[in-house]
Nanobody
Framework: VQLQASGGGLVQAGGSLRLSCAAS????????MGWYRQAPGKQRELVAT???????NIADSVKGRFTISRDNAKNTVYLQMNSLKPEDAAVYYC???????????????WGQGTLVTVSS
């Protein structure tokens, strides 16, 4: 299974970005999908998760500014980031709990990360 994240870049404070992460490779079903981020010198932290049915959990630090969504038909999760702040700058990683076609258990996978830079 591969998770390919895209959409990062440089944006001014107050601006917006939309991240995408597409999963591929023998997937039967994906349960939880999510986004995490890691800033330099800090631990990786949860940004948002979304269940297969669309129930989301958003970190308090981004609530009201970030929205997570997914397209189950495309095995893709999105993160719409609005009103970006310099403290949102980080490498953003997508994550998915995947049931492969030949397996009976879910396994956890990470994307390669996409860099978000926010200038003040």
């Amino acid at each position: 299974v591969q998770l390919q994240a895209s959409g990062g870049g440089l944006v001014q404070a107050g601006g917006s970005l939309r991240l995408s992460c597409a999963a591929s490779g023998g997937i039967f079903r994906i349960a939880l999908m999510g986004w995490y981020r890691q800033a330099p010198g800090k631990q990786r932290e949860l940004v948002a998760t979304i269940t297969e049915r669309g129930s989301s959990n958003i970190a308090d630090s981004v609530k009201g500014r970030f929205t997570i969504s997914r397209d189950n038909a495309k095995n893709t999760v999105y993160l719409q980031m609005n009103s970006l702040k310099p403290e949102d700058a980080a490498v953003y990683y997508c994550n998915a709990e995947v049931l492969r076609a030949a397996s009976s258990i879910y396994s956890n996978y990470w994307g390669q990360g996409t860099l978000v830079t926010v200038s003040s």
